[in-house]
């Protein structure tokens, strides 16, 4: 299958599901690899905690030796054109993503500080890959040139479907481990196969829907909203999992 990329030019500010989003992401990954794993993990973050290892690039964005990072965290893909191979070294998610899992399985001729941030960078875009507007359209920067009312409030689409929806509905990660006792998610689990480009065709796929609402924002839409985070949440922390039994094991 031939896949064309179009990736912009044009950078945005953008912190996909916010601090809660991606706390809950690696909460639901411990909860599915086994303790030895955790520990292997553990040993590497040293008195880092999982959450402030899933949050770490974006407290760092503004910090100038880090500004090369910035584009690490999506990738703009124009509606209605065909995928193709991406260049090795691109700066967009899903390059940078694959980089990073390849690095990290060749963790033995890495040292330890490598391994560290190669987990902080995994932790996070794992996450953000798994945001539909971080994998979205470069002709509106993702979503947030898309104004947006939101409950009375002016946002963007990209901002609602970062952190607002999760804030308003009240997003936990009870709720989300709740849904990976699920079959399908056990299923997810039990494959192990990692595939970012199966993974983001699926994300891409929900834009049809993150697209389609009335401004201002209505219930409908926001309840309907909650149920698709919840879900990717949970799809990210399960494979987030799977990536880390296939590097540690």
């Given at each position: 299958?031939?896949?064309?990329?179009?990736?912009?030019?044009?950078?945005?500010?953008?912190?996909?599901?916010?601090?809660?989003?991606?706390?809950?992401?690696?909460?639901?990954?411990?909860?599915?690899?086994?303790?030895?794993?955790?520990?292997?993990?553990?040993?590497?973050?040293?008195?880092?905690?999982?959450?402030?290892?899933?949050?770490?690039?974006?407290?760092?964005?503004?910090?100038?030796?880090?500004?090369?990072?910035?584009?690490?965290?999506?990738?703009?893909?124009?509606?209605?054109?065909?995928?193709?191979?991406?260049?090795?070294?691109?700066?967009?998610?899903?390059?940078?993503?694959?980089?990073?899992?390849?690095?990290?399985k060749n963790k033995?001729?890495?040292?330890?500080?490598?391994?560290?941030?190669?987990?902080?960078?995994?932790?996070?875009?794992?996450?953000?890959?798994?945001?539909?507007?971080?994998?979205?359209?470069?002709?509106?920067?993702?979503?947030?040139?898309?104004k947006i009312d939101?409950?009375?409030?002016?946002?963007?689409?990209?901002?609602?479907?970062?952190?607002?929806?999760?804030?308003?509905?009240?997003?936990?990660?009870?709720?989300?481990?709740?849904?990976?006792?699920?079959?399908?998610?056990?299923?997810?689990?039990?494959?192990?196969?990692?595939?970012?480009?199966?993974?983001?065709?699926?994300?891409?796929?929900?834009?049809?829907?993150?697209?389609?609402?009335?401004?201002?924002?209505?219930?409908?839409?926001?309840?309907?909203?909650?149920?698709?985070?919840?879900?990717?949440?949970a799809l990210a922390?399960?494979?987030?999992?799977?990536?880390?039994?296939?590097?540690?094991?």
């Amino acid at each position: 299958m031939k896949i064309l990329f179009y990736l912009t030019i044009f950078p945005y500010i953008s912190f996909g599901w916010g601090e809660k989003g991606h706390h809950i992401i690696v909460q639901i990954a411990k909860k599915h690899i086994n303790k030895n794993i955790q520990d292997s993990v553990n040993k590497y973050l040293d008195d880092i905690t999982w959450e402030n290892a899933s949050t770490w690039m974006d407290n760092i964005r503004r910090i100038p030796e880090y500004a090369f990072l910035k584009n690490w965290h999506y990738i703009n893909i124009e509606q209605n054109m065909p995928y193709d191979s991406i260049k090795t070294g691109a700066d967009n998610i899903y390059v940078q993503l694959q980089l990073t899992i390849n690095r990290l399985k060749n963790k033995n001729i890495l040292t330890k500080k490598q391994i560290t941030y190669n987990l902080k960078i995994l932790f996070h875009l794992i996450g953000d890959f798994h945001q539909p507007l971080h994998v979205g359209y470069g002709i509106d920067r993702g979503g947030n040139d898309v104004k947006i009312d939101f409950l009375g409030k002016h946002s963007n689409l990209h901002a609602i479907w970062d952190a607002d929806i999760i804030e308003q509905t009240n997003i936990s990660f009870e709720l989300v481990n709740t849904l990976t006792n699920k079959k399908k998610y056990a299923l997810s689990l039990k494959k192990s196969d990692i595939n970012l480009m199966h993974w983001m065709i699926q994300t891409r796929k929900l834009l049809n829907f993150v697209y389609h609402f009335t401004n201002p924002i209505n219930y409908s839409y926001i309840n309907k909203s909650k149920s698709i985070i919840q879900h990717q949440l949970a799809l990210a922390g399960i494979r987030l999992a799977i990536i880390l039994n296939t590097i540690f094991s």
